[in-house]
Structure formats: C-alpha cells, structure tokens
C-alpha cells in the first residue's frame, strides 16, 4: 500500500498535499515498483490509470495461499503419523499390561487431535478479507496458538499427576523389553513430527505450528520416559519410573515456557527487531528517499505487515512521489521475509512538522 502526501493523524477526506501540489490516499496494495529511476511512459501512465488495483495482487494471493497449504499438509502428516504411532502403542499396551504405557498412549491420541485447531485456523486465513474483517482471519492462528498452550499445559499436568500416582501406588510392569520398545517407538514418531512442523513453521512464519511442534517435542519427552523408566526397573529400582516421570515434567515446563512466550509475542503484535532494521535500511537506500522513520509491523497470520513514513524533497512533484512510494514497497516485499504489503507514507523534507502540528 502506499499512501501520499497525508497526514494520518488528522480528520480529512482521504486528500492531503504532497511536495508540490495535492495528493491522494491509498487504501490498496501495490506489489512493484514504477521504476522512479527510469522516465514513466505514456504508455505505463494510461494502464496504471485504467487498472491502478491489480499490481502482483494476484502473485501475493497465491503466496498466501500457498503457505496455508503447506501448514495444512504439515498439520496433515503429522495426524497420521502421531496416530499410527499411538495405535502402535495401544496394541503393546495390551502385552505389558502398563498403565504408564496407556497413559502415553492416550496423550498421543490426544496430541493428534491439535491438529484440530491449527487445521481450523489455516482454513480460516485463506478467507479473502471483508467489510467487517479487513485485514482477513488470518490471525486465528494466533488463538490456535494458544490452545496449544494450553494442551501443552495439560500435557504437563497430566504427566506429573501420573507420576506422582505411581510413586505413590507401585503398578508391576511385565515384559520389559517390549515396554522400553513402545517407548521408543512413542519418542522417534512425536520427535519426527516434532521436526516437521517446527521446521513449516518457522519457514511459514507459524508461530502456533511452531508452538504445536514444540509439544509434540514434549510428548516424546514423556515416551521416553516410559523407556528410561523400564530400564531402572529391569536394573532392581521400582521407583525409577515415576521419578524419571516428574523430571519429564519439569522439561515440559520448560518447552511450555517457550511456546507460550512465541505465542504471547505474537498476541502482541511482536516481531523480531532485526526484521525491523533491515526494512529500515532497504527504505533508506531507495533512490530519493531522503528520511525513513516510524517503522512498525505486524504479523496477520503467518504474513507481515508494515507502515512506514519516508521524507522526500520539496520539488518532487505528486506523480513522482507516487512512484517513489511503489518503488519502495516493492522493494520492502523483495527485500523482507514473508512480507506481503507496506503502506508507505510520504512526506516533505521540510515543512511536515508544520502540517502535523497543524
């Protein structure tokens, strides 16, 4: 987006005054540049009047939608994959007869399930935005994040509470060996999912599928515990399991404590100050760009958005301010990771204090 020669500040009709004549507000995107470096042709100037809306929209919707694709097939593999390993599971649950076996097993199944939300919200943020939502529904992810949390946090609970029951009330476990092997097969399925969709998420910018691969990281914390725990008692110490179980507990809250703080950044509209410095120096280094300043983005789902203001000198006229504030966001979405619009605006060099104080 770009938008020139207003000051959003003050109360007005959408038409403001640029470097030397009036300007006009923009509420669309613009995905290329004009080329401020290069005379605009007669040519270029009659199909920018006739189809001022259609600049890369239709690039930028399928980056989106691509993305929300390749969530859903993460969020989709990992569904079965956890799901085959938890029914792995509940058929050796049958031979060893171990509650803490059927305890894990239930949590897998459980763990599947969250895929639930994510795969809501993904489908959410592929709505086209509307009068009520403007900005689209892509923030859902957000809420899905947190359900996370809060499924990571029962997580946690769950598994101190069965700890401390079997401390409490000793359980025999039979054929050990095939109780370490379910284990094992517990931590390598939720640790593979684990990788899978921390890995979409990051390069999707899903700070929930990140959240959600994290827990499936703890599950397999909790897996493993079955495996350590079958191997103290097979060396003469019953009590090895539960104890092993409450230190699986302690390093789920410690994954707990980073999922929900990526979560709780993201609620709050934070983003990483590096991302921030480098469209500052992108903005910067635009040809006839003399002054950058407020700088602020946000994510909407797994994309960003940005809002910048850039100063100009005085004897750009309004056609080549214009032009200017296209070639920068262009630039700002080639430049920047995952950002799909900047609203750029323009001012003078000299004398906007003037008209912001005004």
Do not use: C
Not at 67 to 95: K, N, P
Not at 123 to 138: D, E, F, N, P, V
Not at 283 to 309: D, K, Q, T
């Amino acid at each position: 987006m770009a938008e020139l020669g207003r000051d959003r500040s003050q109360p007005g009709d959408g038409h403001g005054h640029g470097a030397s004549g009036p300007g006009h507000g923009h509420g669309h995107g613009h995905g290329h540049g004009h080329g401020h470096d290069e005379p605009a042709t007669w040519r270029h100037r009659v199909k920018h009047l006739l189809a001022p809306h259609s600049h890369d929209s239709a690039d930028r919707v399928d980056t989106a939608l691509e993305t929300s694709r390749r969530g859903i097939r993460a969020l989709t593999w990992s569904f079965a994959a956890l799901f085959g390993t938890a029914v792995i599971q509940l058929a050796l649950v049958a031979v060893t007869g171990s509650v803490a076996l059927l305890g894990d097993t239930i949590h897998n199944f459980a763990d599947a399930l969250t895929a639930l939300p994510l795969g809501i919200a993904f489908a959410l943020g592929r709505r086209a935005a509307t009068r009520r939502y403007t900005y689209g529904l892509g923030r859902a992810e957000d809420l899905a994040g947190v359900v996370v949390v809060l499924i990571i946090a029962g997580s946690a609970a769950l598994a101190a509470y069965e700890a401390i029951d079997r401390l409490l009330h000793p359980h025999p476990v039979q054929q050990l060996w095939v109780l370490a092997a379910a284990g094992a097969v517990g931590f390598a399925g939720n640790e593979l999912v684990a990788r899978y969709r921390i890995t979409v998420g990051r390069e999707i910018g899903s700070a929930a599928l990140v959240a959600d691969g994290l827990h499936a990281r703890t599950d397999g914390f909790t897996s493993l515990a079955v495996v350590l725990g079958a191997a103290g008692v097979a060396l003469g110490f019953p009590a090895a399991d539960p104890v092993i179980g409450l230190l699986i507990t302690v390093a789920i809250l410690f994954v707990l404590r980073d999922a929900a703080k990526e979560v709780f950044r993201r609620l709050m509209d934070a983003v990483d100050p590096a991302t921030v410095e480098l469209a500052e120096q992108t903005a910067a280094a635009v040809p006839g760009v003399e002054g950058v300043r407020e700088v602020r983005m946000r994510w909407i789902g797994h994309s960003l958005r940005a809002e910048l203001a850039i100063q100009v000198g005085n004897t750009l006229t309004v056609e080549q301010a214009h032009e200017l504030a296209h070639s920068l966001e262009h630039r700002l979405i080639a430049a920047v990771p995952r950002l799909t619009a900047a609203a750029v605006h323009v001012e003078p060099a000299i004398g906007a204090e003037t008209v912001h104080l005004g």
